[in-house]
C-alpha cells in the first residue's frame, strides 16, 4: 500500500511484505505547474500536452473509485 499527502509534508509510504519504506521526497512549490505549462504551450503553438479529455475522464473516473468508500464513510456521519 502507498500513502502520501497530496498538499501536505507527509512522506510517502511504502507498505509491502516486506516491511516498511518511506520516501521523503521533496514537494513542487507549484505542482499543477507543469501540466499548466504544456498547456499554455500547445495553444501557443510551441509543443504538445499530452493531457486530453480522455486522459482526464480517466483520471477522474480513478480518484471517484479510490474515495468511494471514504467518501461513503462521510455520508454517514452526516446523519
Not at 507543469?34 to 503553438?45: F, H, M, S, Y
Not at 464513510?73 to 446523519?79: D, I, N, R, V
Request: proline share 6%; net charge positive.
Amino acid at each position: 500500500m502507498v500513502s502520501c499527502s497530496t498538499f501536505g509534508k507527509t512522506p510517502v509510504r511504502l507498505e509491502t511484505e516486506k516491511g516498511v519504506e518511506v520516501f521523503d521526497l521533496p514537494k513542487p512549490e507549484h505542482v499543477q505547474q507543469p501540466l499548466i505549462q504544456t498547456i499554455v504551450d500547445e495553444l501557443r503553438g510551441q509543443g504538445k500536452c499530452p493531457s486530453t479529455g480522455k486522459t482526464a475522464a480517466r483520471t477522474a473516473w480513478v480518484i471517484d473509485e479510490t474515495l468511494r468508500e471514504w467518501r461513503r464513510s462521510l455520508m454517514g456521519k452526516e446523519s
